[in-house]
Structures are given as C-alpha cells and as structure tokens.
C-alpha cells in the first residue's frame, strides 16, 4: 500500500466525507483521483480507512438512534422477543447488511481490480444518475420512516450490493430503493444512513489493520480526521437539502463527471 502525501490526503478525505453521503459515489471519487491527478494509488485499504472518519460521523451525528438500537438489541437477546419499533429497526438493519456483506465476502477480489477501472467507474456514475433521476421523479412519496417492514429492508439491501463498483454509490443505490419502495425522499435518506453504519464498521475493522501495518502515519490520521469532518456536514446537509429539493441535481454532477471521465479516457487512449 503506498502512502499519499498530507495533501492527497486530506483531498481524499474530503472526497470521501461529502460523496460516501451524497449519492455521487465516494468510491468513484477515490479510485478517480489519483489516476486523474497522475498520483501513486494508495490503494482500497486506505480508501477503507477513511470510513473511520465517516463511521465517526454516523455515530456522533445519530447518536440517539444508537443509544435506543443498542438498548432495543439488547432486549432482543434477554427476552428474545421483537416487541417494539426500534428492535423491529434493528432486524432490519441486521437484514439489510446481510447481502452487502456476503457480496463484499464473495467478490472482494474484483472489487479490488476489475470493477475500479476508470471507464467501468464512469460508466457506473452516468447509468445510476439516470436510474436515480427516473426514479425520484416518478415515484409517490408516501411512506415515512416508521413504515420500512422487513421486505423493504432486505431490498434496500440487495440494492446495496450494486455499490461493490465504484460510481454506483452506496447511498446511491439504497436510497434509490427507498425510493423505488415509496419512501419519502428524507426517510430514504435516513434509512440509508442507518444501514451503512454495520457494514462501514465491518470494512474499516478488517481493512484497517492493513493500513496501519506499519504504523500511523500523518496521511491516515488527516485522512480520517478530514472524513469525519465533512461526512458530518454532508449528512445534515443533505438531509435539509431534501426537505425541499429533488435528487436531479446529483444525477446531473454524475452525468457530467461521468462524461467527463470517458472524455478523459479517450484521450489518454
């Protein structure tokens, strides 16, 4: 694994804050910008390790849902009974990481390699912003938060596995789902977010013990700090933002960065 400098990482931590929560990929950004900016990769287990800053986020920023998750799990393992709506949450956040989990299991080797080709990755970015676009567009938006049932979840799940490829986006795919399903644009959001702490806190713990392996450097510790920082702002500006506006603002950054990126392909030959 090769080290960035400070600045390319506090880049890439940036990078990874705002677009691991805004559906334009956080994957596609990190896996792009080295080959764009002519930068030694520094490779999938420091991009993993910046999820440290954004699992940091996740917990601050929704704290009081984990304090009453981590209760209502608990009382589903002393009463082994499913008796209100926040152990309900946590079946069917435990449902909803489960395909993300085995994908990430079986195909780990081409998520290292084959799927972060840049004009896979371009590709990816211009399809789901369409996809993303047609969706929001044109389904209701009827359902909130607290009607998510368990069908739903493993769902938004399955949809979570697209994002193995760079430029789908996690937050991307899921909260299309959400969408697809008849979730309001926030609690799409929301339950996007919820679900991405599980599956976050499994690849940081098995990815950042690589990336520390000879030592905490400087790069990682920016790196982290600056995901943290800007996962936080991108997930309470994104949530307002939805309050009144619609998702075609992002299919359309993908649109063009994805353009962009084949552009960019083509002439480099």
Known sequence: MHTPTVLQAFILGILQGLAEFLPISSSAHLSLAPWVFGWEAPGLAFDVSLHLGTLIALLWFFRADWVALTRAGWRIVTTRRIADDDARRVVQLVIATI????????????????????????SALIVMGALLWIVDATASRVRALGSVGYRDALLIGLAQCVALVPGVSRSGSTITAGRALGFDRASAARFSFLMSMPITAAAAVIKVPEAVRDGISLPLV???VTAAISSAIAISALLKFLQRYSFAVFALYRFVLGAAILALVAARG
Do not use: Q, W
Request: net charge neutral.
């Open 99 to 122: 395909p993300g989990a085995l994908a990430g299991l079986l195909l780990k080797d081409l998520a290292e390699t084959v799927f972060r080709t840049p004009a896979l990755t371009a």
């Open 222 to 224: 920016v790196g982290i």
